[in-house]
């Protein structure tokens, strides 16, 4: 097996699943381009380029690919061949469009596409099925939002592996050194601890931790700092971590203390609202509540938590208005934070798997804001 995708079995359960839903739907078929869905259905990491390349998959029916034939090997890495599906490619000059007509019976057929689908492809598409694609999104939505054994275990591999960055994290943080240094140290960490690649650092120290999208620049590290650190990376088949820390290099000062012990219930609290039925904007509202008693609330200015799978974002958004049940597989981030303009800010986040009765963490890092001792480098007198 390849080891960017699972076992092919794992993709038969998948295909079937989805072809059921879209039936159930009222539609003819699905058109899958290159993307994370894609990607869930046939373990392809194909990409969109100019020349079209879509899964068709019928509600009934077999699916079929549609694929440039100068791109034709590219299918060798996905579970395309294995599942043994057709395989309809074209040359330049030819109209793939007209292959994924043939593909789901010729007559104008009611389709829906993945959101990922450049207009390029879009629209001459649309012209030949003769009627306006809707989206998958709402077909898709509850196979990828739900995770299987396996994608579980990759969750908690990828888990595992950002908590001893995050072990190693204080060592990086050495007054005098910038936030573009740390970062740097970071990623190589990332790699170095089993992630295939980065997907993102975060590292706000003082004032630029206040600001929850901060990636990193050249200020430097000082005694006394707040360093928020945000890390991820995919790991193997493509399952991504997502881990956030938050750091004081030397002894913080007293209303830190007081106010990060308020975020730290927060989070906690979120935590352990978790559970089967419960809707994603209750979890929301148990961290914001907290934080609310204190009179914080105005300083915590994002969504508590985000899905996350092949993608870092994706369903279920734990957001405020999001009446979504809970699910048993469902796995999302849990990371309330404080974020004082010009000041300071900090955040505590794991990724979280819904069980049948309440929920895990696949990080088990501290939540402590962990204080970085200060080593004086002058000589003894």
Not at 283 to 288: E, L
Not at 292 to 297: C, F, I, N, S
Not at 300 to 314: A, K, M, P, Q, Y
């Given at each position: 097996?390849?080891?960017?995708r699972?076992?092919?079995?794992?993709?038969?359960?998948r295909?079937?699943?989805?072809?059921?839903?879209?039936?159930?739907?009222?539609?003819?078929g699905?058109?899958?381009?290159?993307?994370?869905?894609?990607?869930?259905?046939?373990?392809?990491?194909?990409?969109?380029?100019?020349?079209?390349?879509?899964?068709?998959?019928?509600?009934?029916?077999?699916p079929?690919?549609?694929?440039?034939?100068?791109?034709?090997?590219?299918?060798y890495a996905?579970?395309?061949?294995e599942?043994?599906l057709a395989?309809?490619?074209?040359?330049d000059?030819?109209?793939?469009?007209?292959?994924?007509?043939?593909?789901?019976?010729?007559?104008p057929a009611?389709?829906?596409?993945?959101d990922?689908?450049?207009?390029?492809?879009?629209?001459?598409?649309?012209?030949?099925?003769d009627?306006?694609?809707?989206?998958?999104?709402?077909?898709?939505?509850g196979?990828?939002?739900?995770?299987?054994?396996?994608?579980?275990?990759?969750?908690?591999?990828a888990?595992?592996?950002?908590?001893r960055?995050?072990?190693r994290?204080?060592?990086?943080?050495?007054p005098?050194?910038?936030?573009?240094?740390?970062?740097?140290?970071?990623?190589?960490?990332?790699?170095?601890?089993?992630?295939?690649e980065v997907?993102?650092?975060?590292?706000?120290?003082?004032?630029?931790?206040?600001?929850?999208?901060?990636?990193?620049?050249?200020?430097?590290?000082?005694?006394?700092?707040?360093?928020?650190?945000?890390?991820?990376?995919?790991?193997?088949?493509?399952y991504?971590?997502?881990?956030?820390?938050?750091?004081?290099?030397?002894?913080?000062?007293?209303?830190?203390?007081?106010?990060?012990?308020?975020?730290?219930?927060?989070?906690?609290?979120?935590?352990?609202?978790?559970?089967?039925?419960?809707?994603?904007?209750q979890?929301?509202?148990?961290?914001?509540d907290?934080l609310?008693?204190?009179?914080?609330?105005e300083?915590?200015?994002?969504?508590?938590?985000?899905?996350?799978?092949?993608?870092?974002?994706?369903?279920?958004y734990?957001?405020?208005?999001?009446?979504?049940?809970?699910?048993?597989?469902?796995?999302?981030?849990?990371?309330?934070?404080?974020?004082?303009?010009?000041?300071?800010?900090?955040?505590?986040?794991?990724?979280?798997?819904?069980?049948?009765?309440?929920?895990?963490?696949?990080?088990?890092?501290?939540?402590?804001l962990?204080v970085v001792?200060?080593?004086?480098s002058?000589?003894?007198?």
């Open positions: 097996m390849d080891s960017h699972f076992d092919a079995e794992v993709y038969v359960r295909l079937a699943v989805a072809a059921a839903a879209t039936a159930a739907a009222g539609l003819t699905l058109v899958i381009s290159p993307g994370y869905d894609l990607r869930y259905l046939v373990g392809s990491r194909a990409q969109t380029f100019e020349r079209f390349t879509a899964l068709v998959l019928p509600a009934a029916g077999e079929t690919v549609v694929v440039p034939r100068l791109e034709r090997a590219s299918l996905s579970a395309v061949m599942l043994g395989v309809r490619d074209w040359v000059g030819e109209d793939p469009y007209r292959l994924v007509s043939d593909a789901l019976g010729g007559a009611a389709t829906a596409v993945t990922s689908m450049p207009a390029l492809h879009l629209l001459p598409l649309t012209s030949v099925l009627v306006l694609p809707v989206l998958a999104t709402d077909i898709l939505r196979l990828r939002m739900v995770k299987e054994t396996a994608e579980i275990d990759a969750l908690r591999k888990g595992a592996a950002i908590d960055v995050h072990a994290v204080p060592e990086f943080l050495v005098g050194r910038t936030e573009a240094e740390v970062a740097a140290d970071i990623a190589e960490a990332i790699v170095a601890e089993g992630h295939s997907a993102f650092v975060i590292v706000g120290s003082g004032p630029h931790g206040a600001d929850p999208h901060h990636e990193y620049s050249d200020r430097e590290l000082r005694v006394g700092d707040i360093v928020v650190v945000d890390i991820g990376g995919a790991y193997a088949p493509g991504h971590s997502d881990s956030t820390r938050t750091y004081s290099i030397g002894e913080p000062n007293d209303d830190v203390v007081q106010q990060y012990s308020v975020l730290q219930r927060a989070q906690r609290a979120a935590f352990e609202a978790v559970r089967p039925g419960v809707t994603a904007e979890v929301d509202a148990a961290a914001r907290v609310a008693e204190v009179g914080l609330a300083y915590f200015v994002h969504r508590t938590g985000h899905g996350i799978g092949l993608s870092v974002h994706e369903e279920p734990i957001v405020a208005g999001n009446d979504l049940p809970l699910a048993a597989g469902m796995a999302f981030s849990v990371e309330p934070g404080i974020y004082f303009p010009g000041r300071w800010g900090a955040r505590i986040e794991d990724i979280v798997v819904v069980t049948e009765d309440g929920a895990f963490s696949v990080n088990n890092r501290p939540h402590e962990i001792p200060v080593v004086s002058g000589l003894a007198r």
